[in-house]
Nanobody, 124 residues
Framework: QVQLVESGGGSVQAGGSLRLSCAASGRTFSRNTMGWFRQAPGKEREFVAAISWSGYSKWFADSVPGRFTISRDNAKNTLYLQMNSLKPEDTAVYLC?????????????????WGQGTQVTVSS
């Protein structure tokens, strides 16, 4: 059974930082694209960042480059999202996702496995 479990969410003030982790189990994703999405109340799930299996290629939403960094440790089957200079509009549930293939993937339908999410709340 494949599981993606996110951790590291919490409440911070604007300008603060958080580091999210996503631990995968049940299969290895070392050859697959993995990504982060977020969903705020009453809004659609939106793409945040994704990373190729090697970590060489990374893709970001227009709202986060320069503030967020995505990385992965294939030996640990773990994905990370370092979030700096957080803004109130970053408040959302952040979800980890994994695809069965590689390449650039920024749409929800391109991913096959999803975590339950971790809440990030940024206060002004």
């Amino acid at each position: 059974q494949v599981q993606l479990v996110e951790s590291g969410g919490g409440s911070v003030q604007a300008g603060g930082s958080l580091r999210l982790s996503c631990a995968a189990s049940g299969r290895t994703f070392s050859r697959n694209t993995m990504g982060w999405f977020r969903q705020a109340p009453g809004k659609e799930r939106e793409f945040v960042a994704a990373i190729s299996w090697s970590g060489y290629s990374k893709w970001f939403a227009d709202s986060v480059p320069g503030r967020f960094t995505i990385s992965r440790d294939n030996a640990k089957n773990t994905l990370y999202l370092q979030m700096n200079s957080l803004k109130p509009e970053d408040t959302a549930v952040y979800l980890c996702a994994a695809a069965l293939v590689g390449g650039k993937m920024t749409r929800t339908y391109e991913y096959d496995y999803w975590g339950q999410g971790t809440q990030v709340t940024v206060s002004s």
